[in-house]
């Protein structure tokens, strides 16, 4: 059987590997939808009331919508065009981006990282590039679809700039000086794809692993087949796509520098029996030398809630056993105990 499911045809019913133990099973396939995600108009709303909406949003929930964001809407639907064409590429082609190794800079994989040993896998294709600096990466990506470089380095530029703004509209909610996140502590810039083809029983098995994002923020593009979903209050709800708008995740990176004043959710994707899925996810993180702590203008009248730490120490732990590859424990580790 071939490793990448976007290869596979007519299938029939779900692969015994691909089916999960009843307790880690989505089960029911009818989710409610939550509407009361932040849905925030970067248009029409006076500049402070944006900050106070985007701080409020990482604060309460962790999550939040953008309209009138200022990608072009032509942008987008050009970027999802031209994935949903990567995937249908022969697999010959896709073949020469294959890698699980997590430092190439421009690979695709099946599951997750650990495919050749993990117990279940998920039901998607990752293609995940480096975006930054963009002439150091961009000899590495496909040529094919025909203008993929043109149109997917247009969309790189468009979203870093999308995600800058949204950063100093937190800083100036947290009271910290403009381009704070600017610099090492975002250097690191990925655009990673994920792709679901149909799914026979969507009950049996899961798009993604439950999850929190490890980095520093998230940007997320999502198509209308539905299969987002967060853990609020212990219930798993769908996330209600809004045409053209983008999803914002703040990461664990950014609730530590926030000295654990922002939210990162608990999220999970499952499949569709009837539809492929692909999503679109646009990753700032810092550096590997960069040292991650709550920022010193939040804790000169509160104690640091974290010790200072590296991007690889936290993913030395986060890639331990105990941990299971969960960002929310991993954190633990690095709270501060005084």
């Known amino acids: 059987m071939e490793i990448l499911i976007s290869n596979w045809s007519n299938v029939e019913c779900v692969p015994k590997k691909y089916i999960f133990p009843p307790e880690r099973r989505p089960g029911k396939l009818e989710f409610p939808v939550c509407h009361d995600i932040p849905l925030i108009d970067f248009a029409h709303n006076h500049p402070d ?95 094919k679809p025909p203008k993929y470089r043109e149109v997917v380095s247009e969309y790189s530029r468009e979203t870093r700039k999308l995600l800058y703004k949204i950063l100093d509209m937190i800083c100036k909610g947290l009271g910290l000086e403009k381009g704070y996140f600017e610099g090492e502590v975002s250097k690191t810039h990925l655009l990673s794809v994920n792709h679901h083809i149909p799914c026979p029983n969507p009950s049996l098995t899961l798009g993604m692993p439950v999850h929190s994002d490890p980095n520093l923020i998230t940007l997320l593009q999502q198509c209308d087949v539905p299969g987002l979903q967060i853990l609020k209050d212990g219930q798993w709800i769908g996330v209600h796509h809004v045409p053209h708008s983008l999803i914002v995740i703040p990461g664990i990176q950014l609730k530590v520098m926030s000295n654990d004043k922002f939210i990162t959710p608990v999220h999970r994707v499952v499949t569709h029996r009837l539809e492929a899925r692909t999503t679109i996810g646009v990753f700032l993180g810092p550096s590997p030398e960069f040292l991650i702590k709550p920022a010193t203008a939040l804790v000169r009248t509160e104690p640091a809630k974290f010790r200072a730490f590296t991007y690889p120490e936290f993913f030395k732990v986060f890639n331990g056993g105990a941990n299971k590859s969960d960002a929310q424990l991993t954190l633990n580790h690095f709270r501060d105990k005084h």
């Open 49 to 143: 009331e944006i900050v106070q909406q985007v701080s409020r949003a990482c604060q309460e929930f962790g999550i939040f919508q953008v309209i009138n964001h200022g990608v072009c809407e032509n942008l987008m639907d050009a970027t999802m065009n031209m994935y949903k064409e990567f995937f249908k590429l022969p697999s010959e082609y896709k073949a020469k981006f294959y890698s699980n190794d997590i430092n190439k800079s421009c690979r695709i994989y099946s599951s997750t990282f650990a495919y050749d040993t993990e117990e279940f896998h998920y039901w998607r294709d990752n293609f995940t590039h480096r975006c930054h600096p963009l002439e150091e990466y961009i000899q590495s990506w496909p040529e």
